[in-house]
């Protein structure tokens, strides 16, 4: 677990604003800016969100399939405890007006969806400010299924990362790093997927605070992605994980679907993130190409 004092110490480096230098942690984008490559882009933008950037270490994909990694949002899909549910009202229907629309109401953290870097840091990138070329990454998939199974407290480690790289080779600079313990299955069971016991305390796997550092600081990488409620374990007192991740202007998707459908190494994954100005995050649509 991660000891208190590297806590301590994320915790200044986002009060003093140090660890939200992200250029530090995206490895491949980092080099082609130093490089000036995005030198002629800067400038073009639409609102907040960049209208090109390069894609990170300049790859090529290909693929045969695309997966669907988000559960479909119904007043019935699990939020965190005492939040309102996702509601819908028709606006119009195509029976009376001619057209079918309907009017939303929903808390930004329900169903599949990002956290940006605002969500947890005063004057973080808010979700419309996420560069494109972040949001289309080399999609790492860690199973821990059968350790979610023996503790539905799992946090996902360091061991966990290593264990990964020592079969597929070391993770891809610029990648999206989610794991899957199962926990999609319960989604359509608000109950099940949120599993509060007596004293109101959530239990679900998280990634364990060390792990979201040891991927900050010795790996390159643009996110993190769970398919519970968190980024954390259910059981989190102190948000270890959001802290640093959201700290060092990364983002985290909650509430992913389908991991275990897809390889654990070689896919890409395209994050839909909502691009409403400001936002702290809100319902994704994650689809990955293999
Ligand atoms: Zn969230």
Do not use: K
């Amino acid at each position: 677990m991660c000891g208190p004092e590297v806590m301590a110490s994320v915790r200044q480096q986002v009060r003093q604003g140090r660890a939200v230098d992200r250029r530090r942690f995206i490895g491949g984008a980092g080099a082609i800016a130093a490089a000036g490559a995005l030198g002629p882009l800067r400038g073009l933008t639409q609102g907040a969100t960049p209208i090109a950037t390069p894609l990170a270490g300049g790859r090529t994909i290909s693929f045969e399939s695309v997966v669907n990694l988000s559960h479909s949002l119904t007043p019935e899909s699990p939020v965190w405890p005492n939040r309102p549910p996702f509601q819908v009202e028709a606006a119009t229907t195509v029976a009376v007006e001619g057209f079918y629309a309907n009017m939303l109401t929903y808390h930004e953290h329900v169903g599949t969806h990002i956290d940006a870097p605002a969500h947890f840091v005063d004057g973080g990138d808010p979700v419309d400010a996420i560069a494109p070329e972040r949001l289309v990454a080399p999609l790492v998939v860690l199973d821990v299924t059968a350790q979610a199974e023996a503790d539905e407290d799992y946090a996902v480690s360091v061991d966990d990362i290593l264990a990964w790289e020592s079969e597929y080779g070391p993770l891809p600079d610029g990648a999206f790093v989610a794991f899957t313990s199962g926990w999609d299955a319960r989604f359509s069971d608000a109950e099940a997927f949120v599993n509060l016991d007596a004293e109101g305390v959530q239990h679900y796997p998280g990634f364990a605070p060390d792990a979201a550092v040891f991927l900050i600081e010795q790996r390159s990488i643009v996110g993190i992605g769970t398919d519970t409620l968190s980024q954390d374990p259910g059981n989190s007192t102190d948000f270890g994980t959001h802290v640093a991740i959201l700290g060092a202007g990364l983002y985290g998707i909650e509430g992913a679907a389908n991991l275990g459908e897809v390889p654990a190494s070689g896919a890409t994954v395209i994050v839909g993130a909502p691009n409403h100005a400001g936002g702290s995050g809100g319902p994704a649509r994650l689809l990955a190409l293999v």
